[in-house]
Antibody
């Protein structure tokens, strides 16, 4: 059974840092790209960042580029999101999701974690 | 970045109704369009991928169509469990962007 479990959320001051983790199981971690998606309270979904299965390529939304860093540890089957210079507008539930290349080469997020809440406030 | 315009933002309907949600993209994305359902306090769930392919386990009353820049999600006969929020997502280019969402209410 595929499982993704996020951790590391909490209250952080503006300008501070936080590191999120996503522990995975039930699939061969290195075979899949992974993504982080966030959702501000009462708002819609926002794709934040992605990383290839090898970790060799990373991608970011413009709103977090230069402040957030995605990485992965294959030996622990764990995905990370290092968030620096946090702002109030980064307050959200952060989900990790598995990327699957489905039919016709279309990437989908087929499995999601339960999310972890990051609150940025003084 | 590819911009997504999803409409309507909210929709009131009744059990048994047929409803349609639309998603328009700022540039052509072929059929690289997915639809997700999200219920309050839960993670999103994949419903439709590659515009019109039904995800395993998703009910057949859900269907998708379109290509290029205009896409639709249809629910043929609303069931009580379908009242939720729905999001389109393009995975043609990074950043993979989502529509603003449609809240489907009774």
């Amino acid at each position: 059974e595929v499982q993704l479990l996020e951790s590391g959320g909490g209250l952080v001051q503006p300008g501070g840092s936080q590191r999120l983790s996503c522990a995975t199981s039930g699939f061969t971690f290195s075979n899949y790209a992974m993504s982080w998606v966030r959702q501000a309270p009462g708002k819609g979904l926002e794709w934040v960042s992605g990383i290839t299965g090898s970790g060799g390529s990373t991608y970011y939304a413009g709103s977090v580029k230069g402040r957030f860093t995605i990485s992965r540890d294959g030996s622990k089957s764990t995905l990370f999101l290092q968030m620096n210079r946090l702002r109030a507008e980064d307050t959200a539930v952060y989900y990790c999701a598995r990327d699957l290349v489905a039919s016709f080469g279309v990437v989908v997020n087929d499995y999601w974690g339960q999310g972890t809440l990051v609150s940025v406030s003084s | 970045d590819i911009q997504m315009t999803q409409s309507p933002s909210s929709l009131s309907a009744s059990v048994g109704d047929r409803v349609t949600i639309t998603c328009r993209t700022s540039q052509s994305i072929s059929t690289y369009l997915n639809w997700y359902q999200q219920k309050p306090g839960k993670a999103p769930r994949l419903l439709i991928y590659a515009t019109s392919s039904l995800q395993s386990g998703a009910p057949s009353r859900f269907s998708g169509s379109g290509s290029g820049t205009d896409f639709t999600l249809s629910i043929s006969s609303l069931q009580p469990e379908d009242f939720a929020s729905y999001y389109c997502q393009q995975t043609f280019n990074t950043p993979y962007t989502f529509g603003q969402g449609t809240r489907l209410e009774i």
